[in-house]
């Protein structure tokens, strides 16, 4: 079985400029979640998919980051303009969200430096 | 809202020598309890969870864990330490999304193992 999908791996931008996120998630997981992962702390979930609703995103700075899931499979995440306080590993997750599973598959995230 | 407290940051343990990870949570309810493994570049991968009965739990790779409501912890074990798991260590609760179906995960802030040869 195909685990979740990131790329690019790496980035390094300038502050102020764009940078997007690509996930693919395991074939017929639902749920699709991101987070950011500053370094020297856990991961802080950003956003959370169902479908291709959204579920929470209470977390997003929305003046900044945006997210979508269209036909509810691959998503996007988008960053503009960027921020040095940016720069952490983005981690994609998915899940099944059986009554019997709850478990969260995470990708290798993408490393961002915002210089 | 829920929270996890990992109070060791740095731990270092000789190869062959028993291993102890803590964990505390704060949450209203019954907790859904992870632990996961981050090695260098890697996303994170689920060591094991709890849900609900026995209160120790069995994971992958020789680690276990058990639940303490009273504590509210969650301690990471494993009798017999190899170099292969140094790593970094999070501890998660979770939380089900009301109407949604499936959950979040509130995560500590990490334990980073070292193992001397």
């Known amino acids: 079985e195909a685990g979740v999908a990131q790329s690019p791996r790496y980035k390094i931008i300038e502050k102020r400029q764009s940078v997007a996120f690509w996930c693919n998630p395991i074939?017929?997981?639902?749920?699709l979640y991101w987070y950011q992962q500053i370094l020297g702390q856990g991961p802080k979930l950003l956003i959370q998919f169902q479908n291709n609703g959204v579920v929470d995103d209470s977390q997003l700075p929305k003046d900044r980051f945006s997210a979508e899931r269209l036909k509810g499979v691959d998503s996007t995440l988008k960053i503009q303009p960027a921020k040095l306080e940016d720069s952490a590993v983005y981690l994609c997750a998915s899940s099944f969200d059986s009554p019997s599973s709850y478990e969260q598959y995470f990708g290798p995230g993408t490393r961002l430096t915002v210089t | 809202a829920q929270s996890v407290t990992q109070p060791d940051i740095h731990i270092t343990v000789s190869e062959g020598a028993s291993l102890e990870l803590r964990c505390n949570y704060s949450y209203g309810a019954t907790p859904y309890l992870f632990w996961y493994v981050q090695s260098p570049g890697q996303g994170l991968q689920l060591l094991l969870k709890y849900f609900s009965g026995d209160t120790l739990v069995q994971g992958i790779k020789g680690f276990e864990a058990e639940f303490k409501r009273s504590q509210s912890s969650f301690n990471l074990r494993k009798p017999s330490v190899h170099w292969s798991d140094a790593a970094e260590y999070f501890c998660?609760?979770?939380?089900?999304?009301?109407?949604?179906?499936?959950?979040?995960?509130?995560f500590g802030k990490g334990t980073k193992l070292s193992v001397i040869p």
């Open positions: 998660a609760v979770g939380s089900i999304y009301s109407g949604a179906g499936s959950y979040q995960l509130t």
């Open positions: 074939s017929g997981h639902a749920t």
